[in-house]
């Protein structure tokens, strides 16, 4: 009897370790919001947006003309910042990747998986809000992930404001 309750228990544990790693983990993975990226400048898009007024598109010029929002080069960042924030440490962070040629190596904070086309410049023309999937970004001093930007998100979605739910429309 009791070499029966072992092979029960075991059994148990084997299908409870079986059903965790291919239904429950991958489910916990993609709904867990994403931790705020550590970016190599503090960005505060609190003062950029609310306190200076600057709209979405002046940064990410790609938006509204491309599959990309992109993100603002040196050059466009110290088109203002050449100026503007004289002393501030951040600020000189840029000062010197401008002096020194360098890039900014920001982080990406909204990722979605290789496999899914996402075409911000067809939700621009849609007239669908930047505030819809990354959230009162001028509320933030720092960029964080909102939506869970999952396949269900993306297709709830779509389905309440009609646009289309074809797989090829996001999926090659």
Known sequence: M????LVVALAFGVVAAAFYVVFLAPRLLTHQPRL???QPVLFDHHLHVEVAGIQCGFCHRGSSTGP??????VQQCMACHGVIGQGNPEIEKLR???IRQQPIDWQRVHQLPDHVQFTHEAHIQAGVS???CHGEVGQMQQIQQVRPLTMNDCVECHKQNNAPTECGVCHD
């Open 2 to 5: 009791r070499a029966f309750v």
């Open 36 to 38: 705020a990226a550590q």
């Open 68 to 73: 990309s929002a992109g993100l603002p080069d």
């Open 96 to 98: 010197q990747a401008w």
């Open 130 to 132: 930047c505030a819809t």
